[in-house]
T-cell receptor, first 111, second 114 residues
């Protein structure tokens, strides 16, 4: 079946550091891939997405490239800010908008 | 602004009572709504998919008689946790779509059963 595996957290970084959160997936067919962000006490917000191989999703300085050959969708940001502290979820679409989420990675950015 | 409103944002109830959580789409007609459950520091687990005017489709292992889902209109779906017990304490999140736009998530409801 479809599944998503992402690196365990927490990830603790200093402000302006480079961020990578790994995400790999297992799926039949060609799913769309997503990164969602959850700030404390809030629901999920779509951060970025990619719908086919080699697509790059980007938003707010975050990027992720859909790599079919490695079944990966790693999230990167060149310079994190304190306000980026949140939980990040990698997800794939199992069809009909049905999302399958990874376990989430908590990011803590310190000044 | 928020396009999906979830209410209440938090609720405390006594064991054995029932609790209703509402999920409303504010500026679009949600033909499909999804209900997720999130345990502390864990991922979201899909509980059920609800299509307007029809019965919800529950994921394996989710008790349909315990988690009653109603999607009677294109802007409202409700999740009722019946005869709640402490192990039902969790963060419940809904999402909604009109099939032509991305999923929009509510802000979640934290349920604590004492």
């Amino acid at each position: 079946g479809n599944s998503v595996t992402q690196m365990e957290g927490p990830v603790t970084l200093s402000e302006e550091a480079f961020l990578t959160i790994n995400c790999t997936y297992t799926a039949t067919g060609y799913p769309s891939l997503f990164w969602y962000v959850q700030y404390p006490g809030e629901g999920l917000q779509l951060l970025l997405k990619a719908t086919k191989a080699d697509d790059k999703g980007s938003n707010k300085g975050f990027e992720a490239t859909y790599r079919k050959e490695t079944t990966s969708f790693h999230l990167e940001k060149g310079s994190v800010q304190v306000s980026d502290s949140a939980v990040y979820f990698c997800a794939l679409s199992g069809g009909y908008n049905k999302l399958i989420f990874g376990a989430g990675t908590r990011l803590a950015v310190h000044p | 602004g928020a396009v999906v409103s979830q209410h209440p944002s938090w609720v405390i109830c006594k064991s054995g009572t029932s609790v209703k959580i509402e999920c409303r789409s504010l500026d679009f007609q949600a033909t499909t709504m999804f209900w997720y459950r999130q345990f502390p520091k864990q991922s979201l687990m899909l509980m059920a998919t609800s299509n307007e005017g029809s019965k919800a489709t529950y994921e394996q292992g989710v008790e349909k008689d315990k988690f009653l889902i109603n999607h009677a209109s294109l802007t409202l779906s409700t999740l009722t946790v019946t005869s709640a017990h402490p192990e039902d304490s969790s963060f419940y999140i809904c999402s909604a779509t009109d099939q032509n736009s991305p999923l929009h998530f509510g802000n979640g409801t934290r349920l604590t059963v004492t």
